[in-house]
């Protein structure tokens, strides 16, 4: 059975640091691995989604990395901002089903 | 493009009413919809994998007649909780994709849902 599992579970940082939050997968067989955000009480943002043949993604100043292998992957935030503070998730596509993370809370103080 | 709506976004309800939750891809047609659920400060949890016109099919550990999902046409899926109880107080997030499992899921924005 897939498992995904996030570090930290929460963070708390000054405006302007960067950041890597990680996620480790049990099953090395997967297909993609995206990235979301979640601000509270809200939906899912998808931030970046790495196919499986890809080993990282790049959109502004986030940079998400694959390492199937080893079954981890890591997402990098550069110069954070208060405007970063959300929930982060990594899910892995397993077959046809999404396993999500146990989720990274980050807030980013002024 | 690929937007995904969820209707309503909030619903308070008594102990024992049915709620139907609707899901609807906006600009595409949706082969498959999903249903999660997340409790405060948790990641979110499969529920059911529904595909249109056929039966959804449903994780272990959910019951399937108290989470009634239809998925009757390529845009919309209904799910319904039936009998509600106040441990079915919840958020419930849809997702749908257009094309086979190597495709990206798009997700609506959830409903908040609060039973009484």
């Known amino acids: 059975k897939q498992e995904v599992t996030q570090i930290p579970a929460a963070l708390s940082v000054p405006e302007g640091e960067n950041l890597v939050l990680n996620c480790s997968f049990t099953?090395?067989?997967?297909?993609?691995l995206q990235w979301f955000r979640q601000d509270p009480g809200k939906g899912l943002t998808s931030l970046l989604l790495?196919?499986?043949?890809?080993r990282e993604q790049t959109s502004g100043r986030l940079n998400a990395s694959l390492d199937k292998s080893s079954g981890r992957s890591t997402l990098y935030i550069a110069a954070s901002q208060p405007g970063d503070s959300a929930t982060y998730l990594c899910?892995?596509?397993?077959?046809?089903?999404?396993?999500f993370g146990t989720g990274t809370r980050l807030q980013v103080f002024p | 493009g690929a937007v995904v709506s969820q209707h309503p976004s909030w619903v308070i309800c008594k102990s024992g009413t049915s709620v139907k939750i609707e899901c609807r891809s906006l600009d595409f047609q949706a082969t498959t919809m999903f249903w999660y659920r997340q409790f405060p400060k948790q990641s979110l949890m499969l529920m059911a994998t529904?595909?249109?016109?056929?039966?959804?099919?449903?994780e272990q550990g959910v019951e399937k007649d108290k989470f009634l999902i239809n998925h009757a046409s390529l845009t919309l899926s209904t799910l319904t909780v039936t009998s509600a109880h106040p441990e079915d107080s919840s958020f419930y997030i849809c997702?749908?994709?257009?094309?086979?499992?190597?495709?990206?899921?798009?997700f609506g924005p959830g409903t908040r849902l609060t039973v009484l």
């Open positions: 790495i196919q499986s043949s890809q």
């Open positions: 997702s749908a994709r257009s094309a086979p499992f190597t495709d990206t899921q798009y």
């Open positions: 529904s595909n249109e016109g056929s039966k959804a099919t449903y």
């Open positions: 099953d090395s067989a997967i297909y993609n």
């Open positions: 899910a892995v596509y397993n077959t046809d089903k999404l396993i």
